[in-house]
């Protein structure tokens, strides 16, 4: 078993950043593919970002390309979120997951932090 459990979100204004964290425990991340899904006011969950084991492989949902980054400290079991650029549509509940067992499939979740962008 994998606990996820993310921090950094908050309230920020358009333009902002913020730096999502996401710290594993339970057993070691090393060898899974990881990533961040995001929930907005009304609207189903969607993928933003997914990583592979080694961080040599980013995907990115086309709504967040050239703005957000994703990585990995495997030696820290830590996946991190950078948001740059924010926009008031960014807002949302981001999730943390790992393991990937398909394209958009993944075993583990955290619970969440919530990003707010003000306009």
């Known amino acids: 078993q994998v606990q996820l459990v993310e921090s950094g979100g908050g309230l920020v204004q358009a333009g902002g950043s913020l730096r999502l964290s996401c710290a594993a425990s339970?057993?070691?991340?090393?060898?899974?593919?990881m990533g961040w899904f995001r929930r907005a006011p009304g609207k189903e969950r969607e993928f933003v970002a997914g990583?592979?084991?080694?961080?040599?492989?980013?995907d990115y949902a086309d709504s967040v390309k050239g703005r957000f980054t994703v990585s990995r400290d495997n030696a820290k079991n830590t996946v991190y979120l950078q948001m740059n650029s924010l926009k008031p549509e960014d807002t949302a509940v981001y999730y943390c997951?790992?393991?990937?067992?398909?394209?958009?499939?993944?075993?583990?979740w955290g619970q969440g932090t919530q990003v707010t962008v003000s306009s």
């Open positions: 997951v790992g393991q990937r067992v398909g394209k958009y499939e993944y075993v583990y």
């Open positions: 990583i592979s084991w080694s961080g040599g492989r980013t």
């Open positions: 339970g057993r070691t991340i090393s060898g899974n593919a």
